[in-house]
């Protein structure tokens, strides 16, 4: 399991299996800014802070589609 206190950001694969989505759903909420990331040398860094507050955001949500339709 990810240990997010040593990091301060992660790439996307980690955050798929996290949030239990796919890689082209992570790549969509980050493309539209609902996941807050930055390109870094081509690839997508996601901030564990702004992570954390995704999850918080969506901590109410009783399934994965619901975390999807947001």
């Given at each position: 399991?990810?240990?997010?206190?040593?990091c301060q950001t992660i790439d996307v694969l980690p955050v798929c299996d996290l949030l239990k989505m796919s890689r082209s759903h992570?790549?969509?909420l980050l493309k539209s800014g609902r996941l807050p990331g930055r390109k870094i040398g081509?690839?997508?860094?996601i901030?564990?802070?702004?992570?954390?507050r995704y999850l918080t955001a969506h901590q109410g949500?009783?399934?994965v589609s619901e975390m999807k339709a947001d």
């Open positions: 399991m990810l240990d997010l206190q040593d992570v790549y969509n081509g690839q997508w860094r901030p564990v802070d702004g992570l954390r949500t009783t399934s």
